[in-house]
């Protein structure tokens, strides 16, 4: 694409367009200059709030794919494709599932997460090779992350994907964008001119990681990831997730710092395990096959326990 025909089509985007609430910007002091970018940045709630049943479909088919074997694979280009790998990071710490669940994918690979790559996002192939090369099924979902909605390198992995069967979402802040018209979903908040014409890294990558938090928040949740509103899945690999986990037994049963660091203990470290045994007062072979039993929703293995008791 010649740089005449690429200017043209920057000049449709809702995203490149000039914010003429900012057009005196660099004139004001510095409280006049954040107050300007506070008042931008109250739009992103709003326009994120428009698309949630978008979002709900997507969590719906994430949620699909993570019960029958498949993955959640952001793929983007620059801070599109950082947002995606920060994401997909966040995960297995969180959530204690395994690395490849949720994963990564960014133009340039992983040295893109820290320099700019250029030309990775300009080839489409490279877009359908990062799939290949992580073996995409029909199982797993592809959500593709790109602002303008035409980065090339996702429309590429995004094609690949409907031709493997795997289900399709587009994460772009564009209306009507190339990547939208590929996807099974297309996620659009529409956020308006940037506070700095065209840099996207700021109401649009706000967007943009409000959007990814839900899908793979909201997905764990489906998951059983969570009691109440409780982390009770946490990989606990550090200090400070030991001393949050035994905090989330002290919530979830009432007991003490002492009782808490007990049944972590007699748990293995398992945060879910050690909270069902402390409600339940079942030994922990017990309680794990109870636990398996509900799918590892605790909640619902406490409720079958509790309509065991009330039966006897």
Do not use: W
């Amino acid at each position: 694409m010649n740089a005449q025909t690429l200017m043209s089509e920057l000049e449709k985007l809702v995203s490149e367009g000039r914010n003429p609430d900012t057009m005196q910007i660099d004139l004001q002091p510095t409280t006049e200059i954040l107050n300007l970018i506070n008042a931008a940045d109250r739009d992103v709630p709003l326009a994120v709030e428009k698309v949630i049943p978008q979002i709900a479909e997507a969590v719906d088919r994430i949620v699909e794919a993570f019960q029958n074997g498949g993955r959640l694979i952001y793929m983007g280009a620059g801070t599109s494709g950082r947002l995606g790998v920060l994401d997909a990071s966040e995960c297995p710490p969180t959530f204690s599932v395994p690395e490849d669940m949720v994963t990564g994918v960014i133009a340039g690979g992983d040295h893109a997460l820290r320099h700019a790559v250029e030309g990775a996002e300009d080839d489409p192939a490279q877009g359908r090779q990062a799939l290949e090369e992580r073996g995409l099924t029909a199982k797993d979902v592809v959500v593709g992350i790109a602002v303008s909605g035409r980065t090339p390198y996702v429309i590429g992995g995004l094609n690949y994907a409907k031709e493997i069967g795997a289900t399709t979402v587009s994460l772009s802040c564009n209306p009507d964008s190339a990547i939208g018209a590929i996807a099974d979903i297309a996620i659009a908040p529409v956020v308006g001119p940037e506070i700095l014409t065209g840099s996207t890294r700021m109401k649009s990558g706000t967007a943009q990681k409000l959007i990814l938090n839900m899908l793979s928040t909201a997905s764990m949740i489906r998951m059983g990831k969570i009691y109440q509103n409780l982390m009770v899945d946490v990989n606990i690999s550090n200090q400070k997730l030991m001393a949050r986990a035994s905090r989330i037994v002290m919530e979830a049963t009432g007991c003490s710092a002492d009782e808490a660091e007990t049944l972590l203990q007699r748990s293995g470290n398992d945060v879910k395990l050690a909270i069902f045994i402390a409600l339940t007062d079942m030994d922990v072979e017990e309680a794990r096959a109870a636990l398996a039993r509900a799918g590892g929703f605790l909640r619902k293995a406490i409720n079958e326990r509790q309509q065991q008791a009330a039966n006897r």
